[in-house]
Nanobody, 128 residues
């Protein structure tokens, strides 16, 4: 499967962005999806995850109340809506796919190692 993330850019603190990640190559609804980010000099960290049916979502603590993950299986796309952005949200954001054919429809993961495919990343810069 190929993942293409886009929608990043430069935004002022307090602003919003919506990231998108388009998937191709396999049945999208067979993947649980996640967003991760990596800031300069830091390790990649979990942001949000969504089950393959979209019925369950999970967020890192810093994302709760500000970020919303969603998916449209008909469009093979997962989204990350980010509101009230802060300078510390500056990072490259990656989408990832976790093959979940034989897992519960409510399955999701926050662990990097559980994901099988990664997109190329889209850069988000939040200015103060």
């Amino acid at each position: 499967v190929q993942l293409q993330a886009f929608g990043g850019g430069l935004v002022q603190a307090g602003g919003s962005l919506r990231l998108s990640c388009a998937a191709s190559g396999r049945t999208f609804s067979s993947y649980a999806m996640g967003w991760f980010r990596q800031a300069p000099g830091k390790e990649r960290e979990f942001v949000a995850a969504i089950s393959r049916t979209g019925g369950r979502t999970y967020y890192a603590e810093f994302a709760k109340g500000r970020f919303t993950i969603s998916r449209d299986n008909a469009k093979n796309t997962v989204y990350l809506r980010m509101n009230s952005l802060k300078p510390e949200d500056t990072a490259v954001y990656y989408c990832a796919a976790d093959v979940a054919d034989f897992k519960s429809g409510s399955y999701y993961s926050s662990r990097t190692g559980d994901y099988d495919y990664w997109g190329q990343g889209t850069e988000v810069t939040v200015s103060s």
